[in-house]
């Protein structure tokens, strides 16, 4: 069961994908990750890259986030994020885009920038370092905003990649049973 773990939609029980197709952010993980950035959340524009459920960006907009912007291909997933933003009453804060994640960071460019990211893709997919410098490219990224990355092992954040690595602060890498959650800030826009 996942649900809104505090806040003004505190409580409240969210829709999950069936099957293996979408992997949810453990509650534990959920909450752990949530005290990391607590501070950052009031007022933030968020983007739920990897939406699934849309469970985290409806957990930053129920702490006071003002806006959250959710991409998902799967239209299944977007059913269930519509139907989380119904069950949270957040349809005022809320858009979401049923497209691949490049198509979503190349159809924002130019749109305000955000300043809370999550980054939580299919662990196979390797998306991570493309969606960092896409965001780069795209300034979608405020100054100082901070990017929550969930991946399987910490080193594929950047696989290596030294000089997309220079353009962020590591705040904070914690590993929880099979998630590695890593905590950026992004450090200038140029």
Known sequence: MMRIITGR???VR???LEGEAT???LERTKEALFSMIQFEIRDARVLDLFAGSGQLGLEAVSRGAREAIFCDRSRDAVAVIRRNIQKTRMERECEVFCTDYQAALTALRGKEPF???FLDPPYALGAIPTALSMLIENRLLADGALIVCETGDAREVFFEDADLAARFEL????RYAAASVTVLRFLERT
Not at 171 to 174: D, G, H, L
């Open 9 to 11: 939609a505190r409580g």
């Open 14 to 16: 969210l829709d999950t």
């Open 23 to 25: 992997r949810p952010t």
């Open 115 to 117: 300043s809370l990211v």
């Open 171 to 174: 705040i904070r890498q914690a």
